[in-house]
């Protein structure tokens, strides 16, 4: 009999606070952007029939990236999580039950990542990592521990769904 520990599709995106984290370039890069457009002005630099030119010109070397970059890092990483959401929920993963081995836990330094073995399959992961999959060290509360049942659902390496043994 197994318990269920972590399941992808119920869990959801586990480092979603992290978008949160890339919103704060695009207000920087507003406050930055005003900022300089004053001192431009004050300087007279945006005088003349080009003026205005020059600060649209500005605003999008120093807005663009500070807002494209964010949003594709955003949508790539929701993009793997789906797919990998998908993958399990098509049964797309492989099954791999088996003791915990060579337990080695993070330290509540955040080094090493965490790692074990069951049977042939090694996996290694850390809270610090973008990747979708469990993530749980046991210093925050993880449940693996040498010597521990599991059954994994394996996507790539990662760990999809965790289960132990009751």
């Known amino acids: ?23 704060v370039f695009p207000i920087v890069g507003l406050i930055l952007f005003s900022v300089l457009l004053q001192k431009f002005r004050h300087k007279g630099l945006l005088r003349g029939p080009d003026g205005a030119v020059r600060a ?3 605003g999008t ?19 793997e999580y789906r797919t990998f959401v998908t993958r399990l929920s ?5 099954i791999v039950e088996g003791v915990v081995s060579d337990f080695t836990p993070q330290r509540a ?4 990542p965490e790692s074990f073995r069951v049977d042939s399959h090694h996996y290694q992961y850390s809270p610090y990592e ?5 993530h749980t060290v046991q210093v925050k509360g ?13 996507i790539d ?3 999809a769904r965790l289960e132990v043994a009751q």
Not at 109 to 112: V, Y
């Open 61 to 79: 070397l120093i807005c663009g990236p500070m807002v494209l970059v964010p949003a594709y890092m955003g949508y790539d990483e929701l993009r």
């Open 157 to 159: 390496g990662h760990i």
């Open 90 to 94: 098509a049964g797309e993963y492989t």
């Open 109 to 112: 330094d955040g080094h090493p």
């Open 56 to 58: 649209a010109l500005f």
């Open 142 to 154: 993880g449940v693996i521990k040498s010597g521990l049942r599991v059954r994994i659902a394996d």
């Open 1 to 23: 009999m197994y318990r269920l520990v972590y399941d992808a599709s119920i869990d959801g995106l586990w480092y979603w606070p992290t978008f949160l984290g890339l919103a």
């Open 130 to 134: 973008l990747a979708p999959g469990y």
